[in-house]
C-alpha cells in the first residue's frame, strides 16, 4: 500500500451461513482441477462501488456519502450461478442475486452522485448484482468447470437479511487481500 491512500470499496458483507454454502460450492469448482483464483470464504461480500487508491484524507468525505445512503432493512437471495464474460471465455464465476437486487441498484445509484462530487470516478459500467467466487486464471479443464457451472445454474446458497452498507478497507498481500470495515451505515428500522 501506498503511503497516504487507502485502497477501499462500499459493500453488503454476507452472513456465515450463506458464506458456507458458497465455499461448498467453491469446493465443487476446485474438484474440476481448473485453474481458479477463489474468493476467500471471509472476503466473500456484494461490491457496491470500487473505489481503488483513496487519499487518507478523503475517507471522511466518504464516510458522509455513505451515511447519507437511506434504506430500510431487506432481504437478498443468492441463487444461480453464471460466469463472465461468456461460456466460451470464462474469466470470473460469480453467483447471482435473485430477490433485492432492486435495493442494492438503488443503493448504488444513491451512491454514485456523492463519489462523483468527490472527484472519484463513478462506476460507469452501472450496477450488476453478483457476487463474484473465483477468476480463471486460465484454460485448464475449461471443459469440466464449463459443465459444473451449467450443472449448478439453478442452485440455491441461501437468503439473509442486509442491514448495514460498508465502507471496506483492502490491503493487499501474497496470500490474498485482507478487508477491514472502515465505516459502517446501517439501515433505517421500521
Not at 38 to 49: F, R
Not at 52 to 64: K, L, M, S, T
Not at 125 to 141: D, E, L, M, Q, Y
Request: proline content about 4%.
Amino acid at each position: 500500500m501506498s503511503s497516504g491512500v487507502i485502497r477501499s470499496f462500499i459493500a453488503v458483507d454476507l452472513d456465515d451461513t450463506v458464506r458456507e454454502a458458497i465455499a461448498g460450492f467453491q469446493r465443487t469448482l476446485t474438484a474440476t482441477g481448473a485453474d481458479l483464483k477463489l474468493v476467500e470464504t471471509q472476503n466473500i461480500h456484494i461490491t457496491l462501488s470500487f473505489l481503488g487508491d483513496v487519499v487518507v484524507g478523503a475517507i471522511a468525505e466518504i464516510c458522509r456519502v455513505v451515511d447519507d445512503v437511506k434504506f430500510h432493512p431487506f432481504e437478498v437471495e443468492l441463487k444461480g450461478v453464471g460466469v463472465f464474460p461468456n461460456m466460451s471465455r470464462i474469466n470470473v464465476v460469480w453467483i447471482d442475486i435473485v430477490k433485492g437486487s432492486e435495493t442494492l441498484r438503488d443503493i448504488f445509484n444513491q451512491l454514485q452522485p456523492g463519489i462523483g462530487r468527490l472527484g472519484l470516478r463513478p462506476d460507469d459500467r452501472g450496477f450488476s448484482p453478483h457476487i463474484t467466487v473465483a477468476r480463471v486464471r486460465s484454460g485448464r479443464n475449461k471443459d469440466r468447470l464449463s459443465k459444473i457451472v451449467l450443472d449448478t445454474q439453478d442452485s440455491e446458497f441461501g437468503k439473509m437479511i442486509v442491514e448495514a452498507v460498508r465502507l471496506k478497507r483492502s490491503v493487499l498481500t501474497p496470500e490474498g487481500p485482507i478487508y477491514s470495515t472502515l465505516h459502517e451505515v446501517s439501515a433505517t428500522k421500521t
